[in-house]
């Protein structure tokens, strides 16, 4: 049994308001075991076990990416170039995305379309400890129409037969979740453009039907407001991209709008706008001012109680997979909060895929997904960047720029020299020598 105590000037163990200065944190193997004050901790604490302190330092909940496309390449022209790469290649890259993501300290993602079950067998690969990488969802092959969006991962289905056992497919290879497709995307050329219906209102209450007989939510690519307001009357748990489009605009006019808003909040659904780098080179491009109806959208749904969940679409062309951090300061730049946006990246994104009895905060009995930060992020979300340890499901991560995780993970340099954890002369990255 490996047990440590973790312990920062400041620990945020979830929800707003659950700030504990000169905190720590007990480990147990792949659980939190106590958390509070350090002192409290300490005394708690079995004589002997080791103690890692971080000066200067945060510890929060390990992130959660809501939207990523582990099969995709994000240096690719096109999405469809996944064609050419075979099953061990395209398994082997995957891989590679899945560690960069922990470098950076995410600690669970939901992967929301891919080609085949290769999804399926990372996740089980990194639940065995056989890879590292974050706890991983998968949604299998995203259900389209044909020649629709990403008809090229073959999830093509038409009427409500097919769209039924396109369901039943998925689940047979063990999904955690169902992807429908609702929208088209400029993402696949010749397809449906983003404001296009893809999927009937029949077709996407049969999908979330059959996702339901068999405990499955369904998350719904939805960009323009009809499709919107047809997936939240399907009972669809999560709304992606979600912005609000038409073919007359960017951004249905204002009253509309806000009795949409209205009706996801009334839903219970989450809303995550897959923001990501990309929105700085398209604020680069175009400006602020045409920027700010995307960023109002937002800014309205927290404001009126929808539940806003972090995720980037990392995968897709130009988003690469390690920059988890510039999408999630674009909700602060909309003007919602600091500590909300850290919601969104944790606590409600847990809830969102099902996992508040997990992660997504710092709690007793749940897992250890946790990484240390210095700063406070509080007060600005880019010391998310300074990430200085990373544990998920207990497990210490080394990341590739270094990193702590070699050092805490060795015997040599773990412990204190009394059982009542006096402070002991330390390194720069507070591991005792």
């Known amino acids: ?23 720590a944190v007990l480990v147990r193997d792949d659980v939190i075991a106590d958390l509070g004050p350090r002192a409290d901790v300490l005394a708690r604490a079995e004589p002997g076990t ?20 582990l099969s995709l390449d994000p240096t690719a022209a096109q999405a469809s170039a996944i064609g050419k790469a075979g099953d061990g290649e395209l398994l082997l890259a995957m ?31 990194v639940a065995a400890g056989d890879l590292p990488g974050p706890r991983i969802l998968t949604a299998g092959v995203p259900i ?19 769209i039924r056992a396109a369901v039943r497919r998925n689940l047979r290879a063990g999904v ?8 088209g995307s400029r993402l696949t050329p010749g397809g449906p453009r983003g404001w296009h219906r893809q999927l009937t209102d029949e077709e996407i209450v049969a999908a979330v039907e059959e996702a339901r007989r068999f405990g499955r939510p369904v998350a719904a690519h939805v960009l323009g407001a009809e499709a919107i ?22 951004v249905i006019e204002p009253a509309a709008r806000d009795a949409l808003i209205a009706t996801i909040a009334a839903s ?35 404001e009126n109680g929808v539940r806003l969940i972090a995720g980037t679409d990392a995968g897709t062309p130009g988003v690469p997979f390690e920059l988890y951090v510039d999408g999630l300061e674009w909700f602060a730049r909309a003007g919602i909060p600091t500590t909300a946006a850290l919601e969104s990246a944790t606590v409600i994104a847990a809830e969102a895929l099902g996992l508040a009895e997990r992660t997504g905060r710092l709690a007793p009995g749940l897992d250890a997904d946790l990484i240390v930060v210095t700063g406070d992020p509080r007060e600005d979300l880019a010391v998310l960047r300074a990430i200085r340890l990373v544990l998920a499901r207990g497990r210490v991560h080394t990341p590739a720029d270094g990193g702590l995780g070699a050092a805490l993970g060795s015997p040599a340099v773990e412990g204190e020299p009394d059982a009542r954890r006096v402070p002991v002369p330390v390194g720069a990255e507070g591991i005792p020598r």
Not at 50 to 69: E, K
Not at 106 to 123: F, H, I, P
Not at 233 to 248: N, Y
């Open 1 to 23: 049994m490996t047990t440590r105590i973790l312990s920062a000037d400041l620990l945020l163990a979830g929800p707003e308001g659950e700030a504990i200065a000169d905190g």
């Open 144 to 162: 389209t129409v044909t020649g629709g969006h990403f008809w090229f991962l073959g999830g093509e289905a038409d009427g409500v037969p097919e």
């Open 50 to 69: 080791p103690h890692h302190r971080f000066p200067g330092a945060t510890i929060l909940p390990g992130l959660i990416d809501t939207h990523v496309h």
């Open 229 to 250: 307001e047809a997936s939240i009357t399907a009972g669809v748990r999560t709304l992606e991209h979600c912005s609000f489009g038409t073919p007359a605009g960017p």
């Open 95 to 125: 891989a590679g995305h899945a560690r960069r993501l922990l470098d950076i300290g995410v600690t669970t993602v939901r992967d929301l379309g891919g080609r085949g079950n290769l999804a399926g067998c990372l996740r089980d690969a």
């Open 268 to 302: 219970g659904a989450f809303v995550c706008p897959t923001w990501s780098i990309t929105m700085s080179e398209t604020a680069a491009r175009i400006g602020d001012a045409r920027m700010r109806p995307w960023l109002e959208v937002a800014r309205h749904q927290y």
């Open 176 to 183: 955690d979740v169902i992807k429908l497709l609702v929208n």
